[in-house]
């Protein structure tokens, strides 16, 4: 399984920025997705999650209200809608996949392949 994740960038706080992750190597529908993020120097955290059938959704503190993580199966995409974006949020953005779990994990641990990360980088 191989992850791709694109579309960061350089923004200005408040504005708005997608980041895609594109799952390829096996039946994407069966997999759970999550995003995690890391700043310079800081742990890798979780940001959303989104189980294999869509139905289960998790975000963390720091990003629930403005972000909202999708998932289209026909093109083997999960998204990250970022809104509001803070300069708190700038980090490396890493989608991860697991297959088949009924809710999203909030652990590097609870996920067995990586994409290679985009950077989103929100300017004050």
């Known amino acids: 399984v191989q992850l791709q994740a694109s579309g960061g960038g350089l923004v200005q706080t408040g504005d708005s920025l997608r980041v895609s992750c594109v799952v390829s190597?096996?039946?994407?529908?069966?997999?759970?997705v999550g995003w995690f993020r890391q700043a310079p120097g800081e742990d890798r955290d979780f940001v959303a999650g989104?189980?294999?059938?869509?139905?289960?959704?998790r975000y963390s503190d720091s990003v629930k209200g403005r972000f909202t993580i999708s998932r289209d199966n026909a093109e083997n995409t999960v998204y990250l809608q970022m809104n509001s974006l803070k300069p708190e949020d700038t980090a490396l953005y890493y989608c991860a996949a697991v297959y088949g779990k009924e809710v999203p994990q909030t652990t590097s641990r609870g996920y067995a392949y990586w994409g290679q990360g985009t950077q989103v980088t929100v300017s004050s």
């Open positions: 989104i189980n294999w059938s869509g139905a289960s959704i």
């Open positions: 190597g096996d039946t994407f529908k069966w997999y759970t």
